[in-house]
């Protein structure tokens, strides 16, 4: 490089930068030298030297022993002059925004140390803050023929521009261009360093995992600008509700990350996830029309739910998948057991695909009735799954994996046609309905499949009701309309199941011809409370059916009060336990063959709300002795806990729930071998309708702790042990 071999000749150039003085560079003035051909060589070197300068590529800077500036090529700046005497440090500056990771050694630091600098970018302040300019800047120390140091002697080179682009270059590296949020590479890095940084210490970060509910939805309706105009939107909003307490990046499509250093309370993160979901899912005003989506968010938080990134990320994306399927709009946190049922879920779908073949999948059905006479109007096929291993398998669990993995393409088609076969055999009044999966209905072969069962069965098309969810709404519209009318074209009857549980935006039912609502059962759950705000949205759905032109069917009954509230609130049709659970198919066809289309309805006469009692295996600690008992009920202040004989009210226990969560208690009651006892601090929800400690013991921590206990010796006994059985262990 032609200015390194210049700089070194500078290095050696007697007549430059005496110590302490201002320099005199000039042609016209060499130094009388004794030796003729030393003297050509300094000339020679002196114009070369001058014409370098002038040519503006690089200039020329000295300083002292103390580090001030004792001379600057004039051309360095409109101020040169100016700037000899004040110190180095005090006019240029170590960047702190460059992006070159090699800079990363202050000046201030290299000049102190007497070391060599080369080409370290600086920004130089000297002048003008306005005209903020940046140089490469190298030098060499000399010293005095004793050998003490005597200043610096280098070159310097403008690079603004080259700085700037290179500046720009790498922000657009870590920036997402749509939304200006941090991008993945950003957040990938990011992540990397606050996890090395925190892991000496133990200190906690947390990460979200952000995904939107129903976005494909408005980018099919509303067109891509429109798609991209709300992705923005939504990253103001994120912006907002996080402000300074993490990091927003975006990953791509509707996915969103956000970093939470140093966050370790699990009720604030959960208040956090709320309002995000709370804030997102608002109504949007774009292009002059609305546009409604939801989000749901998964949390990890490291170092309990991993200590790499990969792991955390991991953890994150499990619960944000667990969110999703417990019926977006939530948030989850991780904890093992999702580690555990997402193995489960493989395991479950490896096993699916020899279920069918091994004929472990049975279709049964569930009477629809009529209620002003008791007569059955039609059946539900609803399938069941019996595992040689684990038994029954509900169908709310193996659907969601079939889904996942396309195969209920296959097992839906199966359904559909072994359900045509069974219907034929019934009286010419009984309809048959099956559950569609939005994922058959968005498969090219549908239309073919419901055409062939219908025809090798040769049940009449006006018999046949399909049921789908408000799911199908989500994908492109012009599919489904097609697909609509091509199920009208067949002649089949169409109905949307579980009315009421989603969005249930009425706009589905202007634009899709169904000949049937089914109300949700989670509102005859409760219509028989004396609010009656459940029982009122049963007659409104039912006004609003029937306003339509729709039947109905109201799914869930039990209880006699129930049935009661839904005879009053207009309906007509019901399945429910209260007639009949679904049933084998030589069951319907015995009663069918009887000619008897009646079923009385026989249950409980009023509806309990049922209680969600627990039993859980905890551990109690007291007076560093550990005991095993059964938690039996739970809330956010306190707990039931069975097991533990001779436990005066007033004393203090630590319940540990597991996980490393410790929550500090006090006995509140104390009866026979039942404790009550009473959170120091409340538990916070862990997002799906559990509870969880704010804080947990660092696995770090959790693992010094367990070593210590095991060779420590135990506390004392005091309280006797007593065997606890449950109807049901959980272990
Ligand atoms: P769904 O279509 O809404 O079916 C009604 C569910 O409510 C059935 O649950 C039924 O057993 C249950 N049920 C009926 N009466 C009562 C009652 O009085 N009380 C209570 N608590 N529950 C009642 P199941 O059989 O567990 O099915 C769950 C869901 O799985 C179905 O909901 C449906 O979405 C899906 N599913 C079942 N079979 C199939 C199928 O062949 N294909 C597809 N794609 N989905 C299916
Ligand atoms: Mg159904
Ligand atoms: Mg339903």
Partial sequence: MVVRGIFKGLARAPSLGRNGEKAQLSAAAPAPLADPFANSDAVARQ???????????????????????????????????????KSLTSVIETDPENPDERSGRPLRFQLSAHSRISDLIIRFTGTSVEDVRWWALSGQPHSLPDGTFAGYRGIARDVTSEYRRKREDSRAAEFDSLTGLFNRHRMTRRMDAVLAAFRPTGQCCGLMMLDLDRFKQV???????????????????????VGDRGEIGRLGGDEFQIILPNFDDRGQMGELAAKIIQMVSQPYAIEGKRAVIGASLGIAVAPHDGDTREALVASADLALYAAKNGGRGQFRFFTSELQDEAFERTALNHDLREALAREELELHYQ??????????????????WNHPERGEIPPAVFIPIAEE???????GDWALRQACKDAVQWPESVRLGVNISTVQFANPGFIATVKEALEASGLEPRRLELELTENVFMRDKEMVDEVFAALKGLGVRLALDDFGRGYSSLRYLQSAPFDKLKV?????????????????????????ADALGMETTVEGVEAFDQLEVVRQRGGKMVQGH???????????????????????????????????????????????????????????????????????????????????????S????????????????PLTSDGSGGLCTRHRLSPLMLAAAT????SAPKGRQQFMEVAVRGSRDHG
């Fill in 47 to 85: 114009a070369v030297l001058d014409e370098f300068e002038q040519a503006g590529f690089s200039w020329l800077w000295s300083t002292d022993r103390e580090g001030r500036l004792s001379y600057i090529s004039p051309g360095a700046t409109v101020d040169a002059a100016t700037l000899v005497g």
């Fill in 219 to 241: 980018n099919d309706t509303m067109g891509h600008p429109a798609g991209d105009e709300l992705l923005r939107q939504v990253a103001d909003r994120l912006r907002t509700v």
């Fill in 367 to 384: 009477p629809v009735v009529r209620i002003d006479d008791n007569t059955v109007v039609g059946f539900e096929a609803l399938m069941r």
């Fill in 405 to 411: 993995s396309n195969f209920i393409v296959q097992l």
């Fill in 520 to 544: 949700d059962r989670s509102f005859v759950a409760t219509c028989a409370s004396d609010d009656q705000n459940s029982a009122k949205i049963i007659s409104a759905i039912i006004g609003l």
């Fill in 578 to 664: 209260i007639f009949a659970n679904a049933m084998p198919i030589d069951e319907v066809n015995h009663r069918m063959a009887s000619g008897d289309l009646k079923i009385e309805p026989n249950g409980p006469s009023r509806h309990r709300i049922e209680r969600r009692a627990v039993f859980r295996r905890v551990g109690v600690i007291h007076d560093d002795h550990r005991y095993e008992a059964v938690m039996r009920d739970l809330s956010r202040v306190g707990a039931r806990i069975d097991g533990l004989l001779g436990v005066p009210v007033g004393t203090k226990l630590v319940v540990d729930l597991g996980g490393g969560q410790l929550a500090v």
């Fill in 666 to 681: 006090v006995v509140t009651r104390s009866k026979g071998p039942v404790i009550g006892v009473e959170f120091e601090t």
């Fill in 707 to 710: 070593a210590a206990a095991a």
